[in-house]
């Protein structure tokens, strides 16, 4: 077995083909100093082993040829294809040698968790960044369930919107190979992101912050109303807040997470105090003027933990401004089906 598993704060950007770009941040995030949970990551070259030497690669490949070209397929067509070739890897068990390393390094993040079983979050890293387009699985508990996600997580490059936006850019269908982040899960009061420039008209003079009840997956899903700061960047003070009336949200269950109602008393009032916004603010600029360009960050803060200790970060990458542009067939099939398939 020469793969091998890495912490995060063993990573870097050079890293980036190596574990996929996620983790490759997660890693650069601990060089630069945040206060990123702990977790390791799942190399590439680990799926790369497991199709090969399970034989689903030839499995995948062979269906593939069946099918030829699929360029103008409508949703049926994709959605066909997903159920087959995630089939030909979730079926499978990972390889033995595989199996024992991962399990050993989820029992060392228990040590250093002091959690027996902690909950994690098992996500994928692509070498590309493709917001939304893999599959994440949250509050994870237990050896056995981190093995089973994680395979999980290598077929959810077979999504019928993965596949669609595979064949609409001229890739190929078994191209996205992906990492896996396992990363310990917060006890968060609130989660969000932050932007350092305006993702709609682009104006980096103001940093914003959207924020929820419970896990950030309610605001980057944009399905609900949330709390929105804006703070001046220049001198790190809160320029104006609207607070959302914040219904549902993303929460623990016992075997994951779920949306759920939040309380009638607590859907008015702000999910984050005005001195973390600003402190959020504060890191964020931090962040952007170390890599020199444009930041969009996910964090959460841990309820158990006081302030400024309590904030966490998730994510870094380099922010987008929305531009419009025309939409072909493909596209349109891919965005119909993020919307059927959406999920964690």
């Known amino acids: 077995m020469h793969s091998v598993i890495y912490w995060f704060e063993e990573l870097g950007k050079e890293h980036n083909d190596i574990v996929g ?19 390791f990551a799942i190399p590439i070259d680990m799926y790369r082993q497991f199709i090969k030497e399970t034989g689903a690669e030839d499995e995948m490949s062979s ?4 099918f030829g070209e699929t360029k ?9 294809m997903s159920e087959n070739l995630r089939s030909a890897i979730e079926k499978k ?4 040698s ?7 390094y989820y029992a060392e993040l228990c040590n250093k968790t002091g959690t027996e079983n902690v909950a994690v979050s098992v996500r994928s890293a692509g070498t590309e960044s493709r917001p939304g387009m ?26 019928p919107r993965a596949i669609a936006f595979r064949v609409n850019k001229g890739l190929a269908i078994l191209g996205d190979e992906l990492g ?9 009061r609130a989660s969000g992101i932050a932007f350092t420039v305006n993702p709609v008209d682009g104006d980096v003079s103001k940093i914003t912050i959207e924020a929820n009840w419970g896990l950030g997956e309610s605001v980057v899903s944009g399905e609900v109303s949330v709390d929105t700061f804006q703070v001046d960047k220049s001198i790190l003070e809160i320029a104006s807040k609207h607070t959302g009336n914040k219904r549902r949200g993303v929460f623990y269950t016992e075997t994951g997470v779920d949306w759920a109602d939040i309380p009638t008393k607590k859907r008015s009032i702000p999910c984050i105090l005005d001195e973390e916004a600003v402190e ?3 890191v964020a600029k931090s962040v952007e003027e170390k890599l020199e360009s444009p930041q969009d960050m996910e964090w959460a803060i841990d309820q158990d933990i006081d302030f400024p200790r309590n904030i966490f970060w998730l994510q870094t990458r380099r922010a987008k401004v929305a531009a419009k542009k025309v939409e072909s067939t493909s596209n349109h099939i891919a965005y119909l089906l993020a919307k059927k398939f959406r999920g964690f």
Do not use: D
Request: aromatic share 8%; hydrophobic share 45%.
């Open 93 to 96: 068990e990972i390889l033995p």
């Open 21 to 39: 770009k996620k983790c490759a941040n997660l890693g650069e995030m601990v060089r630069m100093g945040l206060a990123v949970p702990p977790g």
């Open 280 to 282: 959020i603010a504060r």
């Open 98 to 104: 595989a199996r024992e390393y991962i399990t050993s």
């Open 180 to 188: 896996v982040a396992v990363q310990k899960m917060l006890n968060a």
């Open 134 to 159: 893999f599959e994440s699985y949250l509050n994870v508990r237990g050896a056995e369930e981190v093995l089973e996600k994680i395979k999980k997580v290598w077929a959810s490059a077979f999504t």
């Open 72 to 80: 103008g397929g409508g949703i049926q067509v994709f959605e066909e």
């Open 63 to 66: 269906y593939i040829k069946k």
